[in-house]
């Protein structure tokens, strides 16, 4: 008889065959959204570049860079339900299901998956920011401290992510104790670890939100034109929405086994 990944609530009765799948649609609806819509600014901004035959700089890379991070921590929730299935039930269990909906021996290809997108979350992350920060010492490259004040805090930041990127790897020693295969070893608290990563996002993503606010009143243009310049820089306060959402749910929801539900 095959047994649940997770004990089911009292109450409760396990369904391999017909589970809820709402939260995990709405994941990937969600994921493909995401991707179509990255995809389109990406290709406007170096369809720009090619247009007014300007060189490539290095928030170009970093744009380019992060955007492969995240098409492929995006791909890979996507192909969670080709991985932790066998081929005649692909997009039967995934992330966003509970756990005691998903047989036991799929739980651990699934925590896989949740390892390698929490590994290239970071440089994701960093490549984004320090994207913007870059493009921000172009725009006002006349104003020498303020750039020396941008570099310095990508610096602090490249020093962060390599920090958390060495915890992340090292999560569990042995590291496929992570997934379940080792049951001796030991592990760093991951509510606590993801906690802090979260807040950290959320500051650094607000202090890239407010560098510009100051200067873009210096700028000589029409008035028009620096509050389209605003609103440009505004957009970047969505990420902040976003990360305050995702804190919120990991301090409400960080302890829960139900981990198939939990990582979406």
């Known amino acids: 008889m095959v047994q649940p990944g997770l004990e089911t609530p009292e109450g409760g009765v396990s369904n391999f065959d017909n589970p809820n799948r709402e939260m995990y649609y709405i994941c990937i609806a969600s994921n493909i959204i995401a991707i179509v819509v990255c995809s389109v600014f990406v290709v406007l901004r170096f369809f720009a570049r090619y247009r007014l035959a300007t060189k490539v700089s290095l928030d170009d890379v970093a744009c380019l860079l992060g955007y492969i991070g995240y098409m492929g921590n995006n791909g890979l929730c996507l192909t969670i339900p ?19 909906d998903v047989p036991a021996p799929l739980v651990a290809n699934y925590h896989k998956v949740v390892y390698a997108t929490m590994v290239n979350y970071g440089s994701m992350a960093f490549a984004t920011k320090a994207a913007i920060l870059l493009f921000l010492t172009r725009v006002f490259s006349p104003f020498k401290i303020y750039c020396r004040w941008i570099y310095g805090f990508i610096g602090l930041m490249a020093l962060y992510y390599i920090i958390m990127l060495f915890l ?6 042995p590291i496929s104790m992570f997934w379940g295969e080792m049951a001796n070893g030991r592990c760093f608290n991951q509510r606590i670890l993801t906690l802090v990563d979260n807040v950290i996002s ?4 607000l202090a890239v939100l407010l560098l510009p606010c100051p200067l873009t009143r210096s700028l000589q243009v029409r008035l028009k034109s620096k509050i389209k310049v605003g609103l440009v820089f505004g957009i970047g306060g969505i990420a902040c929405v976003f990360s305050l959402f995702r804190l919120v749910l990991i301090v409400n929801y960080g302890e829960s086994l139900d981990s198939t539900y939990r990582f979406v």
């Open 202 to 205: 959320l500051i650094s993503d």
């Open 168 to 173: 992340k790897v090292f999560i569990c020693t």
């Open 82 to 100: 080709f991985l932790i299935n066998p081929p005649s039930a692909v997009l039967r269990y995934g992330g966003g299901l509970h756990q005691w």
